[in-house]
């Protein structure tokens, strides 16, 4: 069975085709949606999802939330008494997906569709790749998610010829693809973005502005407990802005009290710029497709940031018209992996639909430059394959050495749209060794082949001698080997993983035991109680006395959440 997964910064998906339709999988607490975080319990017990995210709050040395954006760095991440890659906690994700498409469809999961930012680089897509192959999930096709919801809406269209544009805003990363559908083809007509720009940095002012207008004090944000908490204040904030003309954030540190209101009208000003950089991308897809917004027959919205009314009242204003409500944003990338994974599989549904992708990024070589005036310009970035170029596709290009006498060419390659090659990012070099003669002797054409799957070959071939060098090209040199990626494997299979069909329990303990720290006096020592009685009945191993004990551990939850005020006692002196 192949699934189709949204591996997303804040939240995750898997769903399948069947039937002619994309079905989206539950996990073991019945959501479709699956938290992108990962928490060690007190025990060395691993925690993935919804238990997850409750600890975030309250044993944030043990939990970790955000990572997507760094994959493919080397940048690790602090797990309890571990230290993980953004790769390895993915794949821990990736695995609990895979273990609720399982246990759904009652067969074993051995392949998945995974979507990515269409922004992702080629280092940052082997990263994907890796965390896929150490969850035990071949990846033969990665998708981008842009191009997924656009599969999805397109399926839906299917009928009629239109050109769309999806507005892709998740937590972590932003993508934008202008799309044309005619008579059953599909074609992406271009793509921009921005990896570090999503839901999370809107959330990110509004703690900003927090400080800022309290005088909260600064050394606050080293209390690791204390930021998760006002981060998740700031995302209810955020979210209340949504309806509300105004929304009150208030938390207290070190026995003080700090509370302001924010309005509408205020937020807006806050996130000025991020809007702006919102608008950059949009502008550039559509100057490289050649259209004005006027040309864009509809808007599709993908991933929950999207449903900001400002978000959509940007969209409104650029493009003159409301976006499509078609499909629930949360879910349409989960719902075209689903529908790539049944055309891989050569469903009959889709056996008449073509789609076409291209390449996000300019792929070229560092080069010396002669310029007009005769003055020598070094380091140089000449573009092989120009961005948005349709995928696969293959360039050639001549180049010589730079001076008679040259023992050896370095061939280093770059993606990017800076002037300077030392601007983008290097992707690897290749060394050519010369005789030392002529320029005219080291005369070369060099070919870069880029594939659907984001993979770049490149081959040099000397027209004097005919020899050839060739590289391929699949990550940057922060990425795992082959090796690390086996060596680490053998480690992660070792985790303890929290049983699938405890999870229910195990989550909503993580809940009650955040609400326990942020209670105090009476009020703690009835959380404290509640929280015994549910571990009493769970050591009794008997569902029905488990089911009761859930209902009443939920109700006190519930009612110390809605009165819970973050307190933190003063540090000795």
Excluded at 99 to 125: K, M
Excluded at 331 to 349: F, I, L, N, S, T
Excluded at 403 to 417: C, N, P, S, T, V
Excluded at 458 to 479: D, F, K, M, P, W
Aim: hydrophobic fraction near 40%; charged fraction near 25%.
């Amino acid at each position: 069975m192949i699934v189709g997964i949204d591996l997303g910064t804040t939240n995750s998906l898997v769903a399948y085709w069947k039937d002619g339709t994309a079905n989206l999988i539950p996990n073991s607490l019945g959501d479709t949606l699956t938290p992108s975080c990962v928490s060690e319990d007190e025990d060395g017990t691993i925690l993935v999802g919804a238990a997850a995210r409750q600890r975030l709050q309250s044993h944030p040395s043990q939990s970790v939330a955000l990572f997507k954006r760094h994959m493919g760095s080397d940048k690790e991440f602090r797990l309890g008494k571990r230290r993980l890659r953004a790769e390895e906690l993915s794949s821990l994700v990736l695995r609990a997906l895979k273990e609720d498409a399982e246990a759904h469809l009652g067969e074993p999961v051995t392949e998945a569709i995974i979507s990515v930012p269409a922004y992702f680089s080629d280092g940052q897509r082997k990263a994907t790749r890796a965390a896929a192959q150490l969850a035990g999930l071949h990846v033969e096709r990665l998708i981008n998610e842009p191009t997924a919801a656009a599969l999805a809406y397109g399926l839906h269209q299917r009928a009629s010829e239109s050109q769309f544009l999806v507005f892709d805003l998740g937590g972590g990363t932003f993508d934008v693809s202008l799309l044309e559908l005619f008579e059953g083809v599909m074609e992406v007509r271009a793509t921009a973005g921005d990896n570090f720009l999503g839901g999370e940095d809107f959330v990110t002012e509004i703690v900003r502005w927090f400080f800022d207008s309290t005088g909260l004090p600064a050394k606050a944000r080293d209390d690791a407990q204390f930021m998760q908490y006002l981060t998740a204040r700031a995302e209810t904030v955020k979210r209340t802005l949504s309806d509300a003309a105004r929304a009150e954030l208030s938390a207290e540190w070190r026995g003080k009290t700090y509370a302001d209101e924010l309005s509408v009208e205020r937020y807006q000003q806050l996130v000025d710029p991020l809007l702006a950089r919102l608008r950059a991308p949009l502008e550039r897809a559509l100057r490289d497709a050649g259209l004005r917004a006027s040309d864009i027959g509809d808007v599709v919205l993908a991933a929950g940031a999207t449903r900001a009314p400002m978000i959509r009242n940007l969209v409104t204003r650029m493009f003159g018209r409301f976006p499509s409500a078609a499909f629930n944003p949360d879910e349409v990338v989960a719902m075209g992996a689903a529908v790539m994974a049944g055309m891989k599989a050569r469903d009959e549904d889709l056996r008449e639909v073509v789609m076409t992708d291209v390449c996000p990024y300019s792929l070229g070589v560092e080069v010396q430059k002669m310029l007009p005036s005769g003055a020598v310009a070094d380091g140089q970035f000449s573009p092989i394959i120009e961005r948005n170029t349709v995928v696969p596709v293959s360039r050639v290009e001549g180049f010589h050495p730079t001076a008679d006498g040259q023992r050896e060419i370095q061939l280093k390659i770059y993606q990017g749209e800076s002037r300077l090659a030392r601007d983008n990012i290097k992707l690897g070099e290749i060394a050519i060794p010369l005789e030392g003669g002529k320029r005219a002797d080291g005369l070369m054409e060099v070919r870069f082949t880029y594939d659907v799957n984001g993979i770049l070959e490149v081959e040099a071939q000397r027209l004097l001698t005919g020899q050839t060098y060739r590289l391929v090209i699949r990550g940057n040199e922060n990425s795992m080997t082959d090796e690390q990626i086996q060596a680490r494997l053998r480690e992660l299979s070792a985790l303890k993983i929290h049983p699938r069909e405890q999870l229910e329990n195990r989550t909503l303990l993580a809940e009650a035991e955040r609400v326990f720290e942020f209670l105090r006096g009476q009020e703690r020592g009835a959380m404290a109680n509640e929280i015994g009685e549910f571990e009493a009945a769970l050591q009794r191993q008997d569902d029905r006395i488990i089911a009761a004990a859930r209902v009443r551990l939920r109700q006190a939850v519930d009612f110390f959440e809605r009165g819970a005020v973050f307190r933190r006692e003063p540090d000795p002196l």
